[in-house]
């Protein structure tokens, strides 16, 4: 007997998406066994609120050997109603039906982030106990390639194999562990002049008495003045559509929305801040769903970046530091909104005096960076930028023209590799003819290690000539 599949679709487009294409490929591949697809992100009210389709989707997971997790990248993670979902399953007591169950996880992108979303939704898979059989991570338009579609069925082939066989799967992460403990704030908190500094908190806490509502009412407390903002509290009518509309001019679809209030808040209140602090409760292995819903819904701005500058932190009620991919979503997209990341406080560790230290200090130290404009950036922000700037550079700017526009405005097509000055090529071009003379390469290596700091002294000694007194 053919074991049966299961395909949910983390895709708002539903059939159209260009991740379950290749789902639809098994499907052609594989006439004999039954695969059966479930859009989930784009029906996700219908399963929400109808708690006989819910019911009848679990009965089908149950009956099923196998799950397969499709799903394009939204934001560097998986789309918010695919998330709405994956918080179901607990809150309705339905993961025995995926304990044991196979499972694979298939995406599609540009790379971008991607392995963050892949271990993102292992951690779930691990946690509902599933036999985790690997993930397939494509390019978007990989599809269109037959050694890339012939490479994809030999992945394919050994998720059946596996089940036929019932091979023994590694788990990657350990369930969370949450600490009982009530954080109770003191009310001696030194309040620390803004100095004309706009500081926003954003949260999506709806109950002060939880940890999260207490450490946000007292991070509001260490400020002379600050605004807090439920995101519960805007109107955010629908999730992000995938319609890319806005790639043309940041123009969202919900602008014609009546009632949509989001794309206002977001550029009124978020975007205007000099300092902003994002506050929530972990839920599952990520913030909450409604979180998720606006990153998703502030693609509207497309891949500019529009934090420039901003000094950011987080406050998190969960115990972050077993979740290190939350950590690296916090971390990367705040690099990515070339923003400065001021820190992370958690309620995991130490008493409520110890938090309320730490708390005191992000705010002084949030405020000392915005005075004095301070940045700093990783790898994950030259990474992603170089990877972004290739692909509109070469191929995204149709679609993506605010992008674009936005890359030749700044200038960041001047750091292609192949935009170097006449003079530097020239250089380059007898470097490498002479390095053919042994002799001269062999000087050349040598100079190398203690050349550098030199050049990079007298340069700096040029701009600032007091330096050079302090040899």
Not at 55 to 72: N, T
Not at 128 to 157: T, V
Not at 227 to 239: M, Q, S
Not at 393 to 416: M, P, Q, S, W
Request: charged residues 25%; proline residues 3%.
């Amino acid at each position: 007997m053919v074991a049966k599949i299961i395909a949910l679709n983390g895709s708002p487009k539903g059939s159209n998406g260009t991740t379950i294409q290749f789902v639809k490929y098994i499907q052609r591949k594989y006439p004999e066994r039954e695969i059966r697809i479930f859009h989930i992100a784009q029906k996700l009210k219908y399963y929400e609120n109808n708690m006989g389709a819910f019911q009848e989707l679990i009965d089908e997971i149950q009956s099923s050997k196998g799950i397969i997790w499709a799903f394009p990248l939204y934001i560097l993670h998986v789309h918010s109603n695919y998330k709405r979902f994956i918080e179901l399953i607990w809150e309705r007591g339905v993961e025995n039906a995926f304990k044991g169950k196979y499972a694979i996880t298939i995406s599609t992108s540009i790379h971008f982030y991607d392995h963050m979303a892949h271990n993102y939704m292992q951690g779930i898979i691990d946690d509902l106990d599933m036999k985790y059989f690997g993930y397939y991570s494509p390019y978007m338009l990989d599809i269109n390639d037959f050694e890339k579609r012939q490479n994809f069925i030999k992945f394919i082939d050994n998720f059946f194999d596996g089940i036929n066989r019932k091979v023994p799967t590694p788990k990657k992460f350990t369930p969370l562990k949450y600490r009982e403990f009530e954080y109770n704030p003191g009310e001696n908190f030194k309040v620390i002049e803004t100095k004309g500094k706009k500081i926003l908190i954003v949260t999506d806490s709806v109950d002060e008495k939880t940890n999260i509502g207490k450490m946000v009412t007292a991070m509001k407390n260490c400020f002379s003045e600050a605004e807090i903002a439920n995101i519960w509290d805007v109107n955010i009518t629908g999730h992000c559509l995938g319609c890319l509309k806005s790639g043309y001019n940041n123009e969202c679809h919900y602008l014609k929305v009546k009632g949509d209030n989001f794309i206002g808040f977001y550029k009124n209140k978020v975007m205007s801040a000099d300092i902003l602090i994002f506050a929530g409760a972990m839920k599952d292995r990520f913030f909450s769903s409604r979180w998720k819903l606006l990153f998703d819904r502030a693609f509207f701005n497309t891949h500019t970046p529009v934090l420039v500058g901003k000094q950011l932190g987080f406050i998190i009620s969960g115990p972050l530091s077993q979740d290190m991919i939350f950590r690296e979503f916090l971390e990367s997209w705040t690099e990515f909104q070339e923003a400065n990341l001021v820190g992370v406080i958690t309620d995991e560790f130490g008493t409520s005096n110890e938090i309320d230290l730490l708390l005191q200090s992000f705010a002084d130290k949030l405020i000392k960076f915005a005075d004095s404009g301070y940045v700093n950036y990783t790898f994950r922000h030259e990474g992603g930028f170089k990877l972004f700037r290739d692909e509109i550079h070469a191929n995204l700017r149709i679609v993506f023209r605010a992008d674009h526009k936005y890359y030749k405005k700044y200038g960041l097509y001047d750091t292609l590799p192949n935009k170097v000055s006449l003079i530097w090529k020239a250089a380059r071009g007898f470097l490498m003819l002479f390095l053919k003379m042994k002799k001269f390469r062999k000087k050349f290596y040598e100079m190398i290690p203690t050349s550098p700091p030199k050049r990079i002294w007298k340069k700096i000694e040029k701009q600032e000539p007091e330096l050079a007194l302090n040899k």
